[in-house]
């Protein structure tokens, strides 16, 4: 069972994006959960390629964000270009964008959404737009592990931080995953780590939800720190005018925008990236109205900072 196991773990994680060093400072990967996709009858153990694309093709819906009735870029609209945010390091958060329209400012000019981000399971007819109310969460664990590997005791410490539905699941995934991390760190097929054990020294909960799931795990050093962002965002202020049952035209006047510093304590700058999209997201719902459509989002400034 243990071998059938592994085998299909192995199938079924691909690499979506890995920056990766011998010293093990970064690594970013994507891997994908053993289980149905939700809206479908496909099983994703017998049929990986054909969820992934059910899934795939549902999250491009969601993040497209509805119509826009602007025939000018978000950039041009969105303008501003200095932060409030003073000190830390600057980050590119353009691969962990969730609206195609949102950007980000970087001291290289401005980058454009390019997502290596994965999705999995989706929610279906839990309001308008799509999205669960109650859906998926970003989790953050810092963990320290040990095993055996080639006759000698072994030990790292790693900070994971995964999409799911409850934390339990969260923990119960990061275990698995782990195993098959510290198998492709030394070179050695899973199998050859013996003795696994994994302690949650400590857990993180991000304060949004979506009603789809990352299929991503980021695994980095552990270091405490957070992550702040400066966000000037766009959002449908009111709902498009409907007279008897037709759907009026979208205009321009019916978006607004605002400005705020977000504060994540994720220390994982890409689940810190997604959160805080949702938090945006909450805010611009209680701004305009349930239904609002994701926002489109000018990153002025994303930097992460580490406690002394």
Same mark, same amino acid.
């Given at each position: ?30 891997? *994908? ?7 479908? /009858?496909?099983?994703?153990?017998? =049929? $990986?390629?054909?969820? @992934? %694309? ?119 995934? *990061? ?7 510290? /198998?492709?760190?030394?070179?050695? =097929? $899973?199998?050859?780590? @013996? %003795? ?113």
């Amino acid at each position: 069972m243990k071998k059938i196991l592994t085998v299909c773990l192995k199938r079924l994680l691909p690499l979506v994006c890995v920056v990766y060093t011998l010293s093990g400072c970064i690594m970013v990967e994507a891997a *994908v959960e053993i289980g149905g996709a939700v809206g479908e /009858a496909v099983d994703a153990a017998k =049929e $990986p390629a054909r969820a @992934k %694309k059910l899934a795939a093709e549902r999250a491009q819906q969601y993040s497209q964000g509805g119509e826009s009735p602007f025939t000018n870029p978000a950039e041009e609209r969105l303008t501003r270009r200095t932060s409030t945010i003073a000190g830390g390091t600057p980050v590119d958060v353009s691969p962990y964008l969730v609206h195609r329209n949102s950007f980000t400012v970087t001291e290289d000019g401005i980058q454009h959404f390019r997502s290596a981000l994965d999705f999995a399971e989706v929610y279906h007819d839990k309001n308008s737009t799509g999205f669960a109310l109650n859906g998926f969460a970003m989790f953050e664990f810092d963990t320290a592990i040990t095993f055996e590997a080639d006759n000698q005791a072994r030990q790292m410490n790693a900070t994971a931080a995964v999409s799911a539905a409850s934390q339990s699941k969260a923990k119960d995934y *990061v275990k698995k995953y782990m195993q098959q991390y510290a /198998a492709r760190r030394l070179g050695l =097929e $899973p199998q050859a780590i @013996k %003795k696994f054990k994994i302690q949650f020294l400590k857990a993180r909960k991000g304060k949004s939800q979506f009603g789809f799931r990352f299929d991503n795990v980021f695994v980095h050093n552990t270091k405490p720190g957070y992550v702040q962002f400066d966000v000037e965002v766009e959002y449908q202020k009111k709902k498009t005018p409907a007279f008897m049952g037709f759907k009026g035209k979208l205009k321009p006047e019916l978006f607004s925008v605002f400005n705020q510093v977000y504060r994540s304590d994720f220390t994982t700058v890409e689940a810190a990236a997604i959160d805080v999209q949702g938090i945006i997201w909450k805010d611009a719902r209680k701004k305009g109205f349930k239904e609002t459509p994701l926002p489109i989002i000018n990153f002025v400034k994303a930097a992460s900072f580490t406690d002394k």
